[in-house]
């Protein structure tokens, strides 16, 4: 398991469902040249389209709905993943949503940022904390307190 210094390239997941994948490519493109430094990954079908459409390097997890939520769920157990930016549909009804919520909770209980919508993803992709490293804190949930 990584350590819980942060490094500078960040490791950066993308993720939308089916009626935010336009939503997102289009916030990849506006944000290409800073993205383009970091690690990308997806799930699959988001990674695909995002790599078609913007020729960005992108590592694939299986589809969402095939087991890829979980596989970065486990990614951020391990210590693998610095940052999530979820195009999520509040709307309409998945497959998989019990896979989405475990992935949002794993997320939280990590410490992990997570972006649900344009304004959150510009919020974190502007932060000055983007290139830079810095020590991500852990909650201790048995004691409840903060470890550094």
Not at 23 to 50: N, Q
Request: net charge neutral; hydrophobic share 40%; proline share 5%.
């Amino acid at each position: 398991m990584r350590e819980s210094e942060v490094p500078n390239k960040k490791r950066i997941v993308l993720i939308a469902h089916d009626n935010r994948k336009s939503d997102l490519v289009a916030w990849v493109s506006s944000h290409l040249d800073l993205l383009s430094k970091h690690s990308l990954l997806a799930t699959g079908t988001t990674g695909k389209i995002i790599h078609e459409k913007t020729k960005v390097p992108i590592e694939c997890f299986v589809s969402g709905p095939l087991g890829g939520d979980l596989q970065i769920g486990a990614q951020i157990v391990d210590g693998e993943i610095d940052m999530v930016i979820f195009f999520w549909d509040p709307l309409t009804a998945q497959p998989h949503d019990p896979d989405v919520k475990a992935l949002l909770r794993i997320a939280v209980l990590y410490n992990i940022p997570i972006a649900c919508n344009r304004v959150s993803a510009d919020y974190f992709i502007q932060s000055p904390l983007i290139n830079k490293s810095y020590r991500r804190s852990k909650v201790n949930y048995a004691t409840g307190s903060t470890e550094y």
